[in-house]
Nanobody
Framework: QVRLVESGGGLVQAGGSLRLSCGAS????????MGWFRQASGKEREFVAA????????FYANAVMGRFTISRDNALNMVYLQMNSLKPEDTAVYHC???????????????????WGQGTQATVSS
């Protein structure tokens, strides 16, 4: 049974930082591309960042480019999202997702992913 569990969310002031973590079990993590998505209250889920299973390819949404960094540790079955210079508009529930894939691929569309975590709330106050 595949399980993705996010952690690291919380309340932070604008300009602050959070580091989200996602632990994976029940899958061959090192053969899965990973992604982060977010959903603000009353809005549709949106893509944030993605990373290939090799870690060599990454992609970011324009809204977070230069502020967020996605990384992974295949030995620990973990993927991370370092969020710096946070803005109130970054407030959302953040979800990680996995997709079994070829080494250098990443994915930006939610429907392409196989499994999802329950999410962790990040709230940025102004």
């Amino acid at each position: 049974q595949v399980r993705l569990v996010e952690s690291g969310g919380g309340l932070v002031q604008a300009g602050g930082s959070l580091r989200l973590s996602c632990g994976a079990s029940g899958l061959t993590f090192s053969r899965n591309a990973m992604g982060w998505f977010r959903q603000a209250s009353g809005k549709e889920r949106e893509f944030v960042a993605a990373i290939s299973w090799s870690g060599g390819n990454k992609f970011y949404a324009n809204a977070v480019m230069g502020r967020f960094t996605i990384s992974r540790d295949n030995a620990l079955n973990m993927v991370y999202l370092q969020m710096n210079s946070l803005k109130p508009e970054d407030t959302a529930v953040y979800h990680c997702a996995s997709k079994y894939s070829s080494p250098d691929y990443y994915y930006r569309q939610a429907h392409e992913y196989d499994f999802w975590g329950q999410g962790t709330q990040a709230t940025v106050s102004s």
